[in-house]
């Protein structure tokens, strides 16, 4: 069975009752979650699931209110033990710009 949780289904500007685009699908062993906005940890608290579950990423774009979730989510990992590997996909330049992220963002 397939689950999908809606962690952010607005726009580029959130509003009291939207957030920015986040989607987590669960599927057997896999926590998928497709694009991370900005404030998508927050989501993960108030919906009662734990980031840490996170198998896969998938990025659909690169603006802003897809991704600037991701550098919290990543620290959010390392301090709490992660212990897999989070598989990134998305479009071209997706590699390069995962590692600026991991540059700038993380130790």
Same mark, same amino acid.
């Given at each position: 069975?397939?689950?999908? *949780?809606? &962690?952010?289904?607005?726009?580029?500007?959130?509003?009291?009752?939207?957030?920015? %685009?986040?989607? =987590?699908?669960?599927?057997k062993s896999?926590?998928?979650?497709?694009?991370?906005?900005?404030?998508?940890?927050?989501?993960?608290?108030k919906a009662?699931?734990?980031?840490?579950?996170? *198998?896969? &990423?998938?990025?659909?774009?690169?603006?802003?209110?897809?991704?600037?979730?991701? %550098?919290?989510? =990543?620290?959010?990992?390392?301090?709490?033990?992660?212990?897999?590997?989070?598989?990134?996909?998305g479009p071209?330049?997706?590699?390069?710009?995962?590692?600026?992220?991991?540059?700038?963002?993380?130790?």
């Amino acid at each position: 069975m397939v689950e999908i *949780t809606f &962690l952010g289904t607005g726009s580029s500007v959130p509003t009291a009752k939207t957030n920015h %685009p986040a989607v =987590l699908m669960k599927y057997k062993s896999e926590n998928i979650l497709f694009d991370c906005g900005e404030g998508t940890q927050r989501q993960f608290r108030k919906a009662h699931l734990n980031a840490c579950k996170l *198998t896969r &990423l998938f990025i659909s774009h690169w603006h802003g209110d897809h991704i600037l979730g991701i %550098p919290g989510l =990543l620290q959010t990992l390392m301090q709490n033990g992660y212990g897999k590997t989070l598989e990134v996909y998305g479009p071209r330049g997706t590699k390069k710009y995962m590692g600026l992220m991991l540059k700038l963002f993380t130790h």
